[in-house]
């Protein structure tokens, strides 16, 4: 009776080992989960940023870029220096900037000075003070005189100044006319040839010394100046007024 009932106690034994060593090979036991490591209080565990991975740092991107070595390099392109032209003399058709005539420079012609400015009033004055002290006294004719009696219109030049001799039995003139432009210039010695000729024959049958005088007298000019003169010494008032204009 004994021995059955450890047999039985031995089966039962047995028989629960290999049912346990079945179920062990079928259901694999569950992995236990870490448990996470308490942190002092007020202390942050730092977390891993995958920003600043080793990989993925700026110090290895900042390398990458400049070795080239990176994941996906941007290769900059070749610069191609332009060359500036070399710097000559040659003008565009292989003639040298100094001329056609073997490269030698000509020679620049001078400009002309533009012709000074001076009063007629001013001009006056020097070619009367260049006659002798003993000729006859000129005076400023007025303007109403300058249209009614010499026949010169005002309005077609620059300025126009007269001067005469105030007594009846003298000759003695000086005439000066700034002209706008060359045409004036033109005009002007026209009108004064009118005037020597008005001259002429007012005296030709008066004082005969007098018509010598007018048929003498001189129309000249320099520049946009003209001038009529008719006075002793006549040649040193017209040297006066062409110095003046220099």
């Known amino acids: ?11 039962a034994i047995l028989a629960g080992t290999a049912f346990a060593g079945c179920s062990k090979n079928e259901e694999p036991l569950p992995t236990p989960e870490p448990t996470e490591t308490a942190s002092p209080e007020g202390t942050e565990v730092p977390q891993e940023n995958p920003a600043t991975t080793p990989e993925n740092s700026p110090a290895q991107g900042n390398e990458d870029a400049a070795t080239g070595t990176g994941s996906n390099p941007t290769k900059k392109p070749a610069q191609n220096p ?18 056609s005539n073997g490269g030698q420079s000509t020679a620049q012609t ?3 000075a533009p012709a000074p400015s001076v009063t007629l009033s001013a001009l006056m004055n020097k070619m009367i003070g260049a006659l002798p002290a003993d000729s006859y006294s000129l005076s400023q004719i007025p303007d109403d005189f300058i249209g009614n009696v010499y026949q010169i219109d005002k309005s077609k030049y620059e300025d126009v100044l007269v001067y005469g001799s105030m ?3 003298h ?40 018509y010598e005088l007018v048929k003498q007298s001189v129309i000249t000019s320099n520049g946009l100046y003209v001038a009529f003169v008719c006075a002793d010494s006549q040649n040193k008032a017209v040297s006066a007024f062409n110095a003046a204009l220099k």
């Open 110 to 112: 001078p400009t002309q």
């Open 171 to 210: 000759a003695n003139e000086i005439i000066l006319i700034k002209a706008k432009d060359s045409a004036g210039v033109s005009e002007a010695k026209k009108t004064l040839q009118n005037r020597k000729n008005k001259l002429i024959e007012q005296w030709k049958s008066y004082l005969p010394e007098q």
């Open 1 to 11: 009776m004994k021995r059955k009932t450890i047999a039985l106690i031995l089966s």
């Open 82 to 99: 332009t060359k500036k032209p070399a710097s000559n003399n040659s003008s565009s058709n292989g003639t040298p900037s100094g001329g």
């Open 167 to 169: 007594m009846g039995v």
